[in-house]
């Protein structure tokens, strides 16, 4: 079944960089497009960055545009999403999910104070 795991999330002083890693299993991982999102408390959860499966496109939401980088290693069925720069506005769960089927992973808490 399909299944995916965040992980590398914690408390990260404001301006200093992260990086949230998530590891997939259950599916032919290299034929499909990833995202991040994520969900602050009290808000809805938001799309942050997606990447595709063949060329590694990428887009991301305006608020994290220049700051984070989402990538993927195909031979570790592994997505991670670089961030840098953080804002204490970036706190948030932060979650992986396969576009196609809507699978989510369970989220990783990202703090981002001083």
């Known amino acids: 079944q399909v299944q995916l795991v965040e992980s590398g999330g914690g408390l990260v002083q404001p301006g200093g960089p992260l990086r949230l890693s998530c590891t997939a299993s259950?599916?032919?991982?290299?034929?499909?497009?990833m995202s991040w999102y994520r969900q602050a408390p009290g808000k809805e959860r938001e799309l942050v960055a997606t990447?595709?499966?063949?060329?590694?496109?990428?887009n991301y939401a305006r608020s994290v545009m220049g700051r984070f980088t989402i990538s993927r290693d195909n031979a570790k069925n592994t997505v991670y999403l670089q961030m840098n720069s953080l804002k204490p506005e970036d706190t948030a769960v932060y979650y992986c999910?396969?576009?196609?089927?809507?699978?989510w992973g369970q989220g990783t808490q990202v703090t981002v104070s001083s």
């Open positions: 990447i595709t499966s063949f060329n590694r496109d990428t």
């Open positions: 999910k396969r576009i196609s089927g809507g699978f």
């Open positions: 259950g599916f032919t991982f290299s034929a499909y497009a």
